[in-house]
C-alpha cells in the first residue's frame, strides 16, 4: 500500500492529466451527440377513432352510395408530432389494415378529400403536430387498423402499431 501510495506521488502530474483528459474526452462526445441528435427528424404517431365514428358507420350503413354523399365518413384521426427541433417534411400516411391497405390517407382541402401525398404542404414545425382523417367507405367500414406508417421526403419510415381500435 506504501508502495502505492509513494507511486502516486511521484507520478501526481501524470493522474491529473488523465483524469482531465477523460473527462474532457467525455464532454467532447456528448456535445457531438447532442449536436448530431437535434438535426434528427424525431416524429411521434397516435391514432385514435374520429368523434364521429359511430354515426358515420350508421350512415354507411343506411346510405351506401358513393354519390349522394354519405359515401365517405371519418374514422380515425392520426395524429403525427414532431418531437424533433427542425421541420419535418413528410412524404406520405398511409394506414394498413387487417382486410387491406388503405394508402395514402386523405385530408379535407378545400372541400374536397385529397391524399395526403397530393398535398403540397405537408411540414410539421419543430414541437407541433398534425392531424390526418382516415375517411371509411362502406367497403371498409368492419376494417381494423393494424399499423399506421409515416413517411418522411428522406424516406425514412415510421410505424405505430394500433391497439384497441
Known amino acids: 500500500m506504501e508502495e502505492l501510495w509513494r507511486w502516486a506521488q511521484e507520478n501526481a502530474l501524470a493522474l491529473y492529466g488523465a483524469v482531465v483528459g477523460t473527462a474532457a474526452l467525455l464532454i ?3 456535445k457531438y451527440i447532442h449536436t448530431v441528435r437535434k438535426d434528427e427528424v424525431k416524429l ?3 391514432i385514435r377513432k374520429h368523434d364521429e365514428y359511430d354515426q358515420g358507420v350508421e350512415k354507411l350503413k ?8 354519405a359515401g365517405w365518413q371519418p374514422a380515425y384521426i ?3 408530432t414532431n418531437l424533433g427541433s427542425i421541420i419535418a417534411h413528410l412524404q406520405d400516411v398511409s394506414l394498413v389494415c387487417d382486410k387491406g391497405s388503405m394508402e395514402g390517407l386523405c385530408v379535407g ?9 397530393e398535398v403540397s404542404n405537408k411540414s410539421i414545425q419543430a414541437k407541433d403536430s398534425k392531424d390526418y382523417v382516415v375517411w371509411n367507405t362502406v367497403d371498409s367500414i368492419n376494417w381494423k387498423p393494424k399499423v399506421v406508417t409515416v413517411q418522411d421526403q428522406t424516406g425514412k ?6 391497439r384497441g381500435l
Open 28 to 30: 467532447n462526445v456528448g
Open 44 to 46: 411521434k404517431i397516435s
Open 62 to 69: 343506411q346510405n351506401p352510395a358513393t354519390s349522394t354523399g
Open 78 to 80: 392520426v395524429r403525427v
Open 109 to 117: 382541402r378545400d372541400g374536397f378529400l385529397v391524399k395526403v401525398s
Open 157 to 162: 419510415e415510421w410505424k405505430r402499431k394500433t
